[in-house]
T-cell receptor, first 117, second 114 residues
């Protein structure tokens, strides 16, 4: 079975451009997470979806960051007016996550490496 | 906020040796802990997890130990192989209504020499 996939794998953007990063979770997984990983650091939580509902967006660093999951499967993380400090690997993870208290295993995708020039 | 940290950023071992990677956590409310392995250019890969009502859990060649008294977590890898070379992260789930989001430590680079 396919794991979590992300596209593009690499994205280079000029400062000020908008970017859209896609995540295809494992089929049937209710929960979807986005994390940001700076070079040499551990991933940091950005936002969480349970089906199509965005239940936690406390980790989004600014209002330039926006995520959606309109049909409860594929998710898109959009960054508007990119800045150099947005350069990082953006990781998507999914889990069965049937409840808000879930501790189901999170399976990660390969990430999208964003470089803002 | 509270976070998970690691004692050692790098660890070098010889093939066949046992490896121990340590992690300290500070959130006493955390009820679930996970170790992930991350190879270059890849996403984190689940290795093993442990819940706060346990103090030891074993997998294939790996053992996780949890000491809640001193808030310490460790990953033991038996008979380390070159393929084990990677960055290892511990992560914690703060429990309650945190929706399962994870807080990761900085990571330990494990290098296995043939």
């Amino acid at each position: 079975g396919a794991g979590v996939s992300q596209s593009p794998r690499y994205k280079v953007a000029k400062r000020g451009q908008d970017v859209a990063l896609r995540c295809d979770p494992i089929s049937g997984h209710v929960s979807l997470f986005w994390y940001q990983q700076a070079l040499g650091q551990g991933p940091e939580f950005l936002t969480y979806f349970q089906n199509e509902a965005q239940l936690d967006k406390s980790g989004l660093p600014s209002d330039r960051f926006f995520a959606e999951r309109p049909e409860g499967s594929v998710s898109t993380l959009k960054i508007q007016r990119t800045q150099q400090e947005d350069s990082a690997v953006y990781l998507c993870a999914s889990s069965l996550g049937q409840t808000s208290f879930s501790t189901d295993t999170q399976y990660f995708g390969p990430g999208t490496r964003l470089t803002v020039l | 906020g509270e976070s998970v940290g690691l004692h050692l950023p790098t660890l070098s071992v010889q093939e066949g040796d046992n490896s121990i990677i340590n992690c300290a956590y500070s959130n006493s409310a955390s009820d679930y802990f996970i170790w992930y392995k991350q190879e270059s250019g890849k996403g984190p890969q689940f290795i093993i997890d442990i819940r706060s009502n346990m103090d030891k859990r074993q997998g294939q060649r790996v053992t996780v130990l949890l000491n809640k008294t001193v808030k310490h977590l460790s990953l033991q890898i038996a008979a380390t192989q070159p393929g084990d070379s990677a960055v290892y992260f511990c992560a914690e789930n703060w429990g309650g209504t945190s929706y399962g989001k994870l807080t990761f430590g900085q990571g330990t680079i494990l290098t296995v020499h043939p």
